[in-house]
Each structure stands twice: as C-alpha cells, then as structure tokens.
C-alpha cells in the first residue's frame, strides 16, 4: 500500500506547484505548496498572498514557488501560495482565484476546514484585509502586514492623490473598503503587523481608528505587532511572535478556552452588498438598500437545564429584509428554539407565531436541525413559510445584485457582434472596446476570455454563463433576443435607429452608448452585461487600492468623447437599479 507523500518526514521544506482549471474562463490557474515535515490527516493549512510585483507573471511566479520555501510554515502546517490572477490584491477575479486554489489544495491534502489562517504582506496584507473581513467564517486568524485596508484614505497617503470621485465610486468603495466592515474581525482572530517607519503602517492604523470608534459597547482594541525601527519587511522577532500567537489560536493547539473556541456561537457580522452575504450559520438573503453598511448579530444559548430550550437572540442594525439561521442538529440542544429579534428600525409581530408571540418558538426540523427564515411583511418580522412556491419577483440576491464587475466573478463568455449596426461610430468604439477588454482580462487576469457569436451559442450558455453581450441590437442578435424578452426580468432599455430610452432617459443613439448588467430575461440566475469587462482601467493599474469597480449597475457613454486610461467615454448618466431591480427615477447628473 502507497503512504501518501504528504505523511512522509522530508528532509527539507517540500516545495512543489499545482493547478486548476477556473471556472471564470475555463483558464488553467496555479498555485504553490509548502511545508516542512508530514501532515497530519486533519492538517493546518495558511493561505499566504504575495505581494506586489509587476514582473510576477506565471513563469517567474512558477519559477518562485518551485525554488523557494518563504516564509517558511511552521512544523507541520501547509503554506497555501494562490497565484491571485497576477497584480490585483486578491479582489474580484483573483479573489474567486484565492477561494479556487484554497478548495482545490483541499481536495488534495488532508486540511481541516476550520484551520485555515489567511495572511500576506505588502500587496499581500491588503488582500488578507479584504478577505478577512468578507469571509469571516473560512479562517480561524487573519495577520495581514502592511499593505492596504481601504481606497481613498491610503491613496492621499501613498500617493499624495487628490481625489475627485463620482458619487456613484464613493458607494463603491463601501463593497471594498474594509474600515466599513472592521466589526467583522470580532468573527475573526486579528495579528496586523506593520514595520514601525513603514508608510503601509497606514493600513493598520485606519483599521485600528475604525475598531476603536464604533460604539462604546462594540468597540474593540486591534492587536497590532509594531517591529521597532523597521521600513516595508517583516523582522525575524516579529515573524516568531505571530507564528507564537497563531499557535496559541488554532483550534487544535488545545490552549484556546471553551467560550473561544465557539466564537461561531457569536455572530457579528456588517454588510454592504450580498455578494457577501454570509457568516457561519446567518445569511442575509434581501437588504432595503445595496451599499449602505448594515449589520446582524446573532447569540446562540444551549439550554441551561433540561426543561429550558435554546435560545437565540437577534439584534439588527440596519436595512436587512430577510435572513436565514441554519444550524446542524448537533449544533443545537434539546428542545425548541427561542428566537428573539431586536431590530433597532422595526417592532416584532404582533400575531402568534406558534405556541407564543415572543419570541418567535421554532421546533427543529425533522433530522434535529434547525432551518428558518424570517422576512419583513406589512413592516414587522415574520417567518417565512417553507411550503410556500419561491417567489418569481425579481429581487437582488446574492451572485445576482451587482455591479456591472460582478458578472466578472462568475462563469462567463463574451457574445461577439457579427453584422453592421446602427451606427459605423458606434461599431468602432464597441470593436475597440471588446478588443481591449479580450486583451486586458488576458493581460491583467491571465486568462483567456471564452467567446461566441450569437449562432454559436447553445442553450446551455444561457443557464451556465452570464453572457457579456457587445454591441447593438442590431449588429449582435443576441442583444435584440434579450431586450424582445418579456416576463419578470424585462430589461427597461429601448434602443433603435434613433435613440436609446432608460426611463425618462433619453439619447441620441448615435453618440451613446449603454454599459449595464442586468439579471437574463432568458435565464434570470445568470447575468447579461452590455458592452463592458471590469470597469477599471489603466490608470489603476498604477495601485493596488484603485483596482475596485468603478461603474454601477448602469451608465451612459457619450462615445464622441475618446476612451481613455480612466473612462470608456464620457458619463452623461450612471445609477444602481433598486432592490427589485427597477429603474430609479433619473436625477440631474453630478459631475465631480
């Protein structure tokens, strides 16, 4: 019988590189192993994200993650090295490429999911902010070093930057910026790390301003090791605190108290958007509105005699509409489930909901688990009936609420116009624009775009990919297909010979140009784009920290305007669609 390698004594650090195919483009993506002796069958792994390099294509990262073991793990721990899709702090495309490599090491090591630390320094402690801080159930300690924790703040630092944003960037930001979201680390054990005269001390010092000015009651101090007398590295003194404290916090070590080992039984979580909707067992399934910050706590009680029954207790603090606790049976006592809601905006329901009004009494389901969903009706909180037929309204939800970036983190192909349309101008911008958008995912997300045209697509396209549809209805039919569509997700766009309509928005359409996403009349889990890849451009790829999505759910594009390293044209117009993916009413435009 075979040992698996992974259980053999090695010499020295095994250093070795795997891969993937990613379900973005198809696209093989790699990724670098280390470890220094055998793991065990329910091992500790560490996701380590590097730090900038432009020069850090495949090869030299190849190249880097075949020859060198740094940092080097701890005895017995494997080093995760996720590629990242080359140069983009680990977000959108490289964030799916992060969470890809991580359950693909998964599937070929004996890791234990709930001993997972995700660190980095540099470019790589920006991208350990962000993941930390939107995935707070998948680690059980962060230590991101240096780096960046938010937009505008470490640009006017970092790059002396006056910033003049639209409005529509600015809430924007709040999908990214992790000041927004500091709460979360109470979810998750926090090491930052900062050389002491480093100008990426700047990240740690905002998070730290954040988690010391929320309210009195949740206010927290973050644990920051500062290396004395140190520019932009990680002393060896500091390296051995951190692995010291990261020991101490692994649930295997032993040392941890019972109430910190079930910190999943406390729940703290803040929100802008539901691409990021989850923390252990709370989803947030509906908000009031995207990109305002909100936030849930959820306290889970075991019985405290064998006539008590568990409790829950929900506090809300912000426009949540619906959400949904979900816990094993062995993660529940014996009994019923008391759930209490204290929503700061909202009263309870007043009509009984079972045996009492309040708090809500909830009986395990038929296996011991608990599963129960409560919604806003007639303005109180209510449960949700699990018998009722899904609702067919068009609502966003999570993978299904925007930006126009978000189609980008998804399966997805590019639909290719094939015939002349409206406008020869109008053709040549699109024929620039999807040229330069196949070429940028290559260039910045090191992937290959899939791409079809209107007759080579298949019916299954439709339901596996969002398609990014280019150019007009006329020079691509699948873009007429998608606006003819009738039925809940009806496209509120009119575009012919003359003009383009959005509500009363109304453009000449042979200076225009629309950029939207919008859930597929055809196959409403998927997305259709019109006419745009990621929306940041050259000039962000200048720092990390500008590399977030700069249009919303919509813009108009005046096309007489040339694109440019910022814009693919001048903006006459932009907005978000609301919760229920209408139109808002059109408002005079803001230049910034």
Wanted: hydrophobic share 35%; glycine share 6%; charged share 25%.
């Amino acid at each position: 019988m075979n040992t698996p390698y992974w259980t053999q004594i090695v010499s020295s650090p095994y250093i070795t590189v795997r891969g993937f195919r990613s379900k973005l483009d198809g696209t093989v993506q790699p990724y670098g192993v280390v470890f220094q002796s055998s793991i065990s069958a329910s091992g500790r792994a560490d996701v380590w994200c590097r730090g900038r390099s432009e020069k850090g294509l495949e090869l030299q990262f190849l190249s880097t993650r075949m020859k060198s073991p740094d940092p080097l793990p701890d005895e017995g721990v494997l080093m995760i090295h996720p590629f990242g899709r080359y140069c983009n702090a680990n977000k959108l495309a490289g964030e799916v490429d992060t969470l890809e490599a991580i359950e693909h090491a998964m599937s070929q090591y004996p890791i234990d999911p709930k001993r997972v630390a995700i660190r980095g320094f540099s470019m790589g402690g920006a991208a350990a902010w962000h993941l930390a801080v939107h995935y707070p159930d998948r680690w059980f300690a962060a230590t991101p070093g240096a780096g960046f924790s938010e937009t505008p703040d470490f640009l006017k630092v970092f790059q002396s930057e006056a910033l003049k944003p639209y409005w529509f960037e600015e809430k924007l930001w709040t999908m990214h910026d992790c000041p927004v979201w500091v709460r979360n680390l109470r979810s998750v054990p926090t090491i930052a790390y900062s050389g002491q005269i480093d100008k990426q001390k700047q990240a740690a010092d905002i998070m730290a301003k954040a988690s010391w000015e929320l309210p009195e009651e949740e206010r927290f101090e973050l644990t920051h090791i500062i290396a004395p007398n140190t520019a932009h590295s990680i002393s060896p003194e500091a390296k051995k605190e951190i692995d010291r404290r990261l020991r101490i916090l692994d649930p295997a070590s032993g040392l941890l108290s019972k109430h910190q080992e079930s910190r999943e039984d406390n729940v703290v979580f803040t929100t802008t958007t539901l691409r990021y909707n989850r923390a252990f067992w709370v989803t947030l399934d509906a908000l009031e509105n995207h990109h305002e910050p909100t936030s849930i706590t959820a306290r889970f009680d075991y019985p405290k005699a064998p006539d008590k029954s568990n409790t829950i207790s929900i506090g809300i603090d912000g426009g949540i509409t619906r959400f949904t606790l979900a816990r094993d049976a062995s993660q529940l006592g014996h009994g019923s489930i008391n759930i209490y809601i204290n929503d700061k905006k909202r009263l309870i329901a007043e009509k009984p909901i079972g045996p009492a009004r309040y708090p809500f009494v909830v009986l395990p389901s038929s296996d011991g688990s608990l599963r129960v969903t409560f919604k806003i009706q007639d303005g109180v909180w209510n449960i949700a009936s699990p018998i009722e037929p899904d609702s067919t309204e068009l609502i966003k939800k999570h993978g299904l609420q925007g930006p126009i970036d978000d189609a980008l983190m998804a399966p997805f192909l590019f639909v290719r116009p094939t015939a002349q349309g409206l406008h020869p101008n109008i053709d040549q911008w699109v024929q620039s624009e999807f040229d330069r958008a196949v070429a940028q995912w290559h260039r910045q997300m090191r992937g290959d775009v899939r791409i079809r045209s209107s007759d080579e697509l298949k019916d299954s396209d439709f339901q596996n990919y969002n398609l990014i549809l280019w150019g007009d209805p006329k020079s691509n039919p699948t873009i007429a297909k998608v606006l003819e569509a009738t039925g809940p997700a009806k496209i509120p766009l009119q575009w012919n010979e003359t003009s383009i309509e959005l509500g009363s928005l109304k453009l000449a359409s042979d200076k225009h140009v629309p950029l939207m996403i919008y859930p597929n009349p055809l196959a409403p889990e998927r997305y259709v784009v019109l006419n745009s890849s990621f929306t940041y451009r050259e000039y962000d790829y200048l720092n990390n920290a500008r590399q977030v999505p700069k249009l919303p759910d919509w813009a108009m594009i005046d096309t007489t305007t040339a694109p440019n390293g910022r814009w693919p044209g001048k903006i006459v117009q932009a907005d978000f669609f609301d919760e229920a993916w209408k139109l808002k009413p059109i408002r005079p435009f803001v230049e910034p």
